[in-house]
């Protein structure tokens, strides 16, 4: 009760948006299928791709609507299309074009986003979208990476590129120190004891937070880059070897979107669980910075670490 | 089941029709569209059961996927479909419903009925056509002057215009049923963004014919096909 708060992590700047361009603008060169669709935003990152393959890098202006219906009909010939925006113009604007133009056709794309929940709290709550991925779990069939790295971005873009599916890969500009192996399943960062109190899934660019504040606490962390489909097993490996079967998740988008997943994954076990990640009660009408908002939502590692510490009692 | 002969003619399409409503009369939201569909098929589309999967087939896009019973009928008239299916229509699991699901109908290219997204998807198949040098396939579009109030269409007129695509067609079956109407007309929205334009009597096949094969070099095109006002 009266140990020191933990020492915050510093939550470091990724590139991801760079090396979202750079993965794609490279693939463009040896896959034939490959083509990007843009809506403006990052078009002077793809100025030398769309150079080279005018037919295959199409900036459509500012018509996100249109840019989900192209990626829909270029994957109807044949194509593997990229579509890029910021999230809430990406996912919320064009939903229906989202959930008819792709899924409903039976035609898949390359969704990427960047700016997260509020890499951008500056512009405000226009420019915010906490519940992209809550919005696209509505929907059957999308994989969905969180890259807590810029050096993860290449590995999970480049094997989305190949395959046919629904993909999206929800950028930020701020995530971890160092970059984790990329596979499709939780990751264990730091194991706890046969008797510990549980697991702490962190996705994507939480996990730094969430070694902080879960320091000193006997629980196993594990890491999800990827979260659609969830690791229900590994979640549930994990569970049966710890002490307790409570578990811990903090993403960095709406609270609680994958918690039914959690549920899921543990369904065959007595359980508790707690979810933490952007406030769904409130508005949060504020501007300054990204960090000033993982405060006000509670994702600073002083608030992770105080409801880690009222979840899993000492 | 009997051995009548196979029903294939324009005037055909009442009786595959009444196959799917068990009469000879239907709406007049569907009927607005059955000579259009009809010279497509028949005279301008290269498309058949045979070649349905063809990358350089010509593809028809039905964005106006309200009352798709003529279409239907019209791919059942062009052997993509047999009157056995017919007959089920709207059914559970039949592959016919009120409005057309690619995956289930085989020769629809698109799933449709949600006003507004046809076009979108008609200016990326035409994108991707172009990307991969096909440039004998083209593509068409059937919307109705309803649907052009979804803004969705505007973002891919505008767009469509621009990067003249020759290769796409849209056509627009105007029954005057957009609520606030199109004053100075359907074509100026089009024209307006560089697109070539011609108007039809919705029932005159051999003037429907001409406006959808006009020559439209470096431009997108788009047909007005005129039907009487509902009611």
Known sequence: MTAAPPEPAAVVAQPMRDAFADTVSAALETDPRLAVVLADISADRFTEAARRHPQRVVNLGIREQLMIG???????????????????????????????????????????????????????????????????????????????????????????LRRDGNVYVRLSERGNAAARPIGPGLQTVRAGSGRSSGVVVAVGPMLDRVLAATEGLDVTVAYAATVRPFDREGLNRLVARAGQADVLLVEPYLEGTSAHEVAAALEDRRHRQRSLGVRRDTEVRGYGTPADHDRAHGLDTAGIAERAREFFPA | MTTAPPLTRYADLPALIGLMTGDEKHQLAAESTREVLWVLYDRVLDVSPETADDPDRDRFLLSKGHGPMPYYAVLAA??????????????????????????????????????????????????????????????????????????????????????????????VVDNASATHGWPGGIETRFSGEGWQTRSAPGRDQAALYDALTAPHSGRPLAVVARIRPKG
């Open chain 2, 78 to 171: 062009k052997g993509f479909l047999d009157l056995a299916t017919l007959r089920r229509w709207a059914d559970f699991d039949s592959p016919l419903g009120h409005h057309p699901d690619r995956v289930l109908v085989p020769g629809a290219e698109i799933s449709s009925g949600s006003l507004g997204h046809g076009l979108g998807l008609g200016v990326g198949t035409a994108l991707g056509l172009r990307a991969q040098g096909r440039t004998r396939p083209r593509v068409f579009v059937l919307m109705g002057d309803g649907e052009l109030d979804e803004g969705s269409n505007h973002e891919a007129i505008a767009a469509a215009g621009r990067l003249g695509l020759d290769n796409l067609t849209a056509v």
């Open chain 1, 70 to 160: 192209v990626a829909g009909g270029l994957a109807l010939t044949g194509m593997r299309p990229v579509a890029h925006t910021f999230a809430p113009f990406l996912v919320e604007r064009p939903f229906e074009q989202v959930k008819l133009d792709l899924g409903h056709q039976g035609a898949g794309a390359v969704l990427v986003s960047s700016g997260a929940s509020y890499d951008g709290a500056h512009y405000g709550r226009t420019h915010m979208a906490p519940g992209d991925v809550h919005l696209l779990d509505s929907l059957p069939g999308w994989t969905v990476h969180v890259p807590g790295h810029a050096a993860e971005v290449a590995p999970l873009l480049e094997e989305a």
